[in-house]
């Protein structure tokens, strides 16, 4: 059976621990929008994990709340949903087993990134298990992620702690290219982003090539503001994409972001969604979206 899931930190972990207790013939990353809407080709029997659910799946892990609200376990469906920090922390425990063991302490961080649950130093300078969830982020917006996901889950499987993880040549060459592009993406980040109440708003469309970086520095960087509206352009050049983030410093914003992005055909969490906006009216949607995500006290 094939295993769907995403190439962060989170689906990573889950792909591990999974391969580890289950016979997987192929791992395949896709995106939770692609399986919200059904063009996955899922098949009879299928482990999806860290995803919204698919009809042909045999086993099931998620832990968002909005994904699993309406779900009823069904008897022909493997697996665990519910509140979790990480989808990982469900699936340790689901199988908790020897062969788990070692990825204790793996779980434990990701419960902690997959979350946001992070401070100003851990956001700023990243180390260890959180920088490698930094690496594998695809808002981070590195190349080859998918190929990088598949060493890291080989590289877990085998037991490796964060220490031989950070000393693997292609996380290296990451970290190296991320320290390198710290201070242009910062730079970028000030340059393009503006203030709006309590939205900060950054305009990255127009730029050949965004820089490196993670995506929880502008929190720290516009502390008087609780979300971000992101904007940057699309593979098909008529559209432009707008991600819409709350703040993990203040999470005080009563909106709840993907049911905002599905008023415009995207969707998304409580706290973070997107949407694809054609260029001829993404201005005029974009500032209805800032609206409602200001308050009326700031």
């Not at 989808?87 to 199988?95: D, N, Q, V």
């Not at 939205?199 to 516009?222: C, E, H, Q, W």
């Not at 008023?263 to 706290?271: H, Q, S």
């Amino acid at each position: 059976m094939r295993l769907f899931t995403n190439s962060d930190f989170d689906g990573v972990l889950s792909a591990a621990m999974i391969a580890d207790a289950e016979h997987i013939s192929e791992i395949k990353f896709v995106h939770p929008k692609d399986m919200q809407d059904g063009i996955v080709d899922v098949e009879k029997g299928d482990i999806i994990a860290n995803l919204p659910f698919h009809e042909n799946a045999g086993t099931w892990f998620d832990h968002h709340g909005d994904a699993t609200r309406s779900f009823s376990q069904r008897n022909d469906v493997k697996g665990i949903v519910g509140e979790s920090p990480s989808a990982a922390r469900l699936i340790f425990e689901y199988y908790d087993s020897e062969l788990m063991k070692k990825y204790t302490q793996a779980v434990k961080y990701c419960d902690k990134y997959d979350s946001a649950n992070l401070d100003y130093e851990e956001t700023l300078k990243p180390e260890g298990w959180i920088l490698l969830g930094m690496l594998l982020d695809p808002r981070t917006e590195m190349e080859d992620r998918e190929a990088f996901s598949l060493e890291i889950i080989q590289s877990l499987r085998k037991g490796m702690g964060i220490d031989e993880l950070l000393e693997l040549p292609s996380v290296k060459g990451r970290a190296r290219d991320y320290i390198r592009d710290e201070d242009l993406f910062k730079k970028e980040l000030m340059r393009c982003t503006r203030r709006d109440g309590n939205v900060s708003i950054t305009d990255f469309r127009g730029m050949d090539k965004v820089p490196v970086g993670n995506r929880f520095l502008v929190y720290a960087l516009f502390a008087r503001t609780n979300v971000n509206v992101r904007l940057f352009d699309h593979e098909d050049v008529t559209k432009v994409v707008c991600a819409v983030g709350k703040s993990i410093f203040d999470r005080s914003n009563p909106v709840h972001i993907g049911d905002l992005m599905g008023t415009f055909g995207g969707g998304g969490l409580e706290g973070a969604g997107t949407c694809t906006l054609p260029n001829t009216s993404v201005d005029g949607i974009v500032n209805d979206i800032i609206k409602r995500l200001k308050l009326t006290k700031v």
